[in-house]
């Protein structure tokens, strides 16, 4: 069975910095990208970033972009969120997911169909 786990939410004050990691478990886990998505209240869940597993390639969402960066660590199955300049628009609930083995051709765009594993999610509050 695979699992996904995130750590690192909190609140912290507009302007300031997070780092949210996940770490995937399981005898069976293969994958070819780790994504971030969060969800806030009242809103249906968006795509925040993601990460290839086997080259260099990220995307972001332009919410996000030049503020969060995705990085990995293959070694230990974990792939981490940097958050900086945090606004309260970015409060939401954040959660990583993974593409099952090769099964996702266009994990890239950010389509949560893509994705097959989920985390429970991380909650992340941005005072003003």
């Known amino acids: 069975q695979v699992q996904l786990v995130e750590s690192g939410g909190g609140l912290v004050q507009a302007g300031g910095s997070l780092r949210l990691s996940c770490a995937a478990s399981?005898?069976?886990?293969?994958?070819?990208?780790m994504g971030w998505f969060r969800q806030a209240p009242g809103k249906e869940r968006e795509f925040v970033a993601a990460i290839s597993w086997r080259d260099d390639r990220t995307y972001y969402a332009d919410s996000v972009k030049g503020r969060f960066t995705i990085s990995r660590e293959n070694a230990k199955n974990t792939v981490y969120l940097q958050m900086n300049s945090l606004k309260p628009e970015d409060t939401a609930v954040y959660s990583c997911?993974?593409?099952?083995?090769?099964?996702?051709?266009?994990?890239?765009?950010?389509?949560?169909?893509?994705?097959?594993?989920w985390g429970q999610g991380t909650q992340v509050t941005v005072s003003s």
């Open positions: 997911a993974a593409p099952q083995g090769d099964s996702s051709v266009y994990w890239y765009t950010g389509a949560e169909w893509e994705y097959d594993y």
């Open positions: 399981g005898r069976t886990f293969s994958t070819v990208a």
